[in-house]
Nanobody
Framework: QVQLAESGGGLVQAGGSLRLSCVVSGRAASDVDMGWFRQAAGKEREVVARFSRISGRTYYPDAVKGRITISIDVAKNTQHLQMNSLKPEDTAVYYC????????????????????WGQGTQVTVSS
């Protein structure tokens, strides 16, 4: 059983930065396939970052590429999502999600493909 606990959301001005954290319990953080998703009001949940446990590679969609980075703190069994140059359109609830069976970084981009979810954390970017 994997449990995920998120933290790090908040209110930030456009151009600012936030770092979200997802503490992994039940497995090593480097041994789970992780997806980071966001869901803005009235919109579908969408992927913003992927970490593949079978290749160690990451994937970022064009909307966030160059502004968002996944990192893993092995000692704290935590994955981080560093978000820079934030824009008002990045405002959403952000979720980390995990699946035990690995897939390539540019695969498993849909919410339904994940087994475990964090509780979500609100990110609000003001203009």
């Amino acid at each position: 059983q994997v449990q995920l606990a998120e933290s790090g959301g908040g209110l930030v001005q456009a151009g600012g930065s936030l770092r979200l954290s997802c503490v992994v319990s039940g497995r090593a953080a480097s041994d789970v396939d992780m997806g980071w998703f966001r869901q803005a009001a009235g919109k579908e949940r969408e992927v913003v970052a992927r970490f593949s446990r079978i290749s160690g590679r990451t994937y970022y969609p064009d909307a966030v590429k160059g502004r968002i980075t996944i990192s893993i703190d092995v000692a704290k069994n935590t994955q981080h999502l560093q978000m820079n140059s934030l824009k008002p359109e990045d405002t959403a609830v952000y979720y980390c999600a995990a699946r035990v069976i690995g897939c390539e970084a540019n695969e498993c981009l849909l919410p339904g493909q994940y087994d475990y979810w964090g509780q979500g954390t609100q990110v609000t970017v003001s203009s």
